[in-house]
């Protein structure tokens, strides 16, 4: 039996509570609140801070979340900057706790401190969470959030909160991991079509073909709160040998497996679902439960990968060609992407440039910049293989010239890959990879040096 199986039924548990609040939400006791502007609202968030009955407390945060719900931008807008603002801590209070520990320096004067430091805005988002379908209107509320963000960053300290609250509520103990198959609900698959981010599904017959054979499987967490609204999903493909580009591995028509047969685990898709869990992530935790529960259902398993795309690819490389980077101008000189083909003159160039990109090239923190690669090198993963026109489809050729990455988990080292590159900035690549780079290793290591040394100056 998995740890997995062992939660289950706590899980089963909590999945069966939040079913029986949603029926009654949806029940129809109360009448939704009418909308309301920013002001009135603001009064209702501090009548619900003030308000000492937990049933009052329920009926009033369900109409204040009812009624943001149907306000319009500029409104949500102006509700939640006052948020942000009349809600901050209280600036002498935190002082007089600070005197406080000074004359008596105890766990508990620390512990006072930290009261007075939390903002009063906090406990009214945990209060508003009270009402039946909170949380996902939270999660929706932080969505908008995150847009309003883009042009006002006094919102950034409700982001903070709501964002700490959000990872408490939405903590890997409250995760529940369920396939996803071709007889699962068909609103549920109708999300997966909308939701898929990195292939896209254009018909249900597309859809079919990724979760009806046998040797195809999709994996999502979910929580309670949101029923059948995933949070996340993995895509996988049983195979016998790796993959080198996803024409092959989505091709109509294909010979297909038994999956008692497959040697390797391709995950080629991984889509976030929530726009408001931003920054929240559930990837490492959904990828090592399916390697585990794939592992078990068959041992004959020996290789876990992923097929990987490599987004910002194209637009590095425009800006390495305008910078007057000679090799990127080179590779981008003769004839137009999409007449690239298997034998193109191009080819050893490019390959060298997309190695140097997702081993060289760092943020202002010494990380990755690729996001995809940052995420798997972060989670443990080797960077194996580098794919030449892996994907030919016109968002592959236009976000990374068709390249695509294999980066494999290696069971009995992805710790250690992790806290490699997790305290020095080091990254894990297969020798194919490594060769590519001119001298090899120095780009990816000078790189997470000079991270370490400006840290440490």
């Not at 909170?134 to 995150?146: K, S």
């Not at 398993?301 to 800006?319: D, M, N, Q």
């Not at 190695?355 to 690729?370: I, M, V």
Request: net charge neutral; aromatic share 8%.
């Amino acid at each position: 039996m998995t740890a997995h199986d062992r939660n289950r039924p706590a899980k089963d548990l909590l999945e069966t509570l939040f079913r029986r609040l949603r029926k009654i939400a949806r029940a129809g006791g109360r009448p939704v609140a009418a909308p309301s502007d920013p002001e009135a609202l603001m009064a209702q968030c501090q009548a619900l801070l003030d308000e000492r009955s937990q049933s009052s407390g329920v009926h009033l945060a369900g109409d204040i979340l009812a009624a943001y719900g149907a306000l319009e931008d500029e409104d949500k807008h102006g509700f939640l900057s006052a948020l942000a603002q009349g809600f901050a801590p209280d600036a002498e209070v935190i002082r007089g706790a600070v005197a406080a520990y000074d004359a008596d320096p105890s766990p508990l004067r620390m512990a006072a401190i930290s009261r007075a430091a939390e903002a009063p805005r906090q406990e009214v988002l945990r209060r508003l969470n009270q009402a039946p379908m909170a949380t996902g209107a939270l999660v929706n509320m932080r969505a908008d959030l995150l847009r309003f963000l883009r042009d006002d960053s006094t919102l950034r300290v409700l982001d903070q909160d709501l964002s700490h609250l959000l990872r408490s509520w939405f903590n890997r103990g409250f995760l529940v991991m369920r396939r996803i198959d071709w007889s699962s609900p068909a609103d549920l698959l109708e999300r997966i079509i909308r939701y898929e981010a990195v292939h896209s599904i254009a018909t249900w017959d597309e859809l079919r073909a990724r979760l009806l054979p046998s040797d195809r499987r999709c994996y999502g967490f979910f929580h309670p709160a949101l029923g059948d609204e995933p949070l996340i999903f993995v895509e996988v493909a049983l195979c016998d040998v790796i993959p080198s580009s996803i024409q092959s591995l989505l091709a109509q028509g294909r010979d297909e497996l038994d999956p008692a047969q497959a040697k390797v685990a391709v995950f080629y898709s991984i889509s976030n679902c929530q726009a408001g869990l931003a920054g929240i992530s559930f990837g490492q935790f959904l990828i090592k439960q399916v390697v585990e529960d794939l592992g078990a259902e068959y041992p004959g398993l020996e290789t876990y990968v992923t097929l990987s795309p490599i987004p910002g690819f194209a637009r590095w490389l425009k800006k390495a060609a305008g910078d007057g980077d000679e090799a990127a101008q080179a590779a981008l000189d003769h004839g137009p992407m999409h007449e690239w083909h298997a034998h193109d003159p191009r080819r050893a160039g490019l390959m060298r440039l997309g190695a140097r990109y997702l081993l060289g090239e760092r943020d202002g923190e010494g990380r990755l910049l690729d996001p995809v690669a940052r995420f798997h090198v972060g989670n443990g993963a080797r960077v194996e293989r580098l794919c030449w026109m892996a994907d030919t489809s016109a968002r592959g050729m236009a976000q990374s010239h068709a390249l695509m990455v294999n980066y494999l988990y290696d069971l009995d080292n992805v710790e250690s890959n992790h806290n490699a590159y997790a305290r020095h900035r080091v990254v894990n690549a297969s020798a194919a990879i490594n060769g590519l780079l001119a001298p090899p290793r120095k780009l990816w290591r000078a790189a997470g040096e000079a991270y370490f040394a400006k840290r440490s100056a």
